[in-house]
């Protein structure tokens, strides 16, 4: 399901940091990207530009993104962050999310028309510089009906009160993606 906005404080400071953040999602390439490791979702054009992986930084990505970083670190409990590109006709199949412990948000980077997301039957666009939220344990789904790249900036953060625990699919996934992410920054 879709969430409030209003549980999360740090929305509109987020919000605000959309034209720094925007400006350096420009200053990548596509060769900074890598394949999403959940490689059973998608067929095609789902790839990352990793921030925060496990709650551990990637430093060599973080420092080309100072000011997207300086957002982050204002946002309390994030266990991932990252840049999430959906290539011009990818789709995202349906899928739940591995633990209960986290929100995700997205941040729309870069939203073309034709770029929606659908949270247990509720279908929403994403809209340049505005935030979605919504339970990750949900089953949703994603899709980029346009002719460019759609780009959010995906986090993951904490619930009150919670701590961050996955299960060990999950666990092997985001270390597949977070050592993939460190070879390609040269950590």
């Given at each position: 399901m879709f969430l409030d906005l209003d549980l999360f404080p740090f929305v509109a400071d987020l919000e605000s940091?959309?034209?720094?953040?925007?400006?350096?999602?420009?200053?990548?390439?596509?060769?900074?990207?890598?394949?999403?490791?959940?490689?059973?979702?998608?067929?095609?054009?789902?790839?990352?530009?990793?921030?925060?992986?496990?709650?551990?930084?990637l430093d060599a990505n973080c420092t080309r993104c100072p000011r997207t970083v300086e957002a982050i670190?204002?946002?309390p409990g994030?266990?991932?962050?990252?840049?999430?590109?959906?290539?011009a006709g990818a789709r995202i199949r349906p899928h739940a999310g591995y633990t209960n412990s986290v929100?995700?948000?997205?941040?729309?980077?870069?939203?073309?028309?034709?770029?929606?997301?659908?949270?247990?039957?509720?279908?929403?666009?994403?809209?340049?510089?505005?935030?979605?939220?919504?339970d990750d344990t949900a089953e949703h789904s994603a899709w980029n009906n346009s002719d460019d790249d759609r780009v959010v900036l995906?986090?993951?953060?904490?619930?009150?009160?919670a701590t961050f625990e996955v299960t060990p699919a999950a666990l092997q996934a985001l270390e597949g993606y977070a050592r993939g992410a460190q070879q390609k920054a040269g950590n």
């Open positions: 940091a959309w034209p720094e953040i925007r400006a350096e999602y420009d200053r990548l390439a596509a060769a900074d990207f890598v394949a999403w490791p959940e490689s059973e979702l998608y067929d095609f054009g789902w790839k990352a530009f990793g921030m925060v992986a496990l709650g551990r930084r670190d204002r946002i994030v266990t991932s962050a990252g840049f999430s590109l959906l290539a929100d995700r948000l997205h941040l729309g980077v870069k939203v073309p028309l034709g770029c929606d997301l659908n949270v247990a039957g509720e279908t929403r666009p994403w809209i340049e510089g505005k935030v979605l939220a919504f995906l986090l993951d953060v904490l619930r009150p009160g």
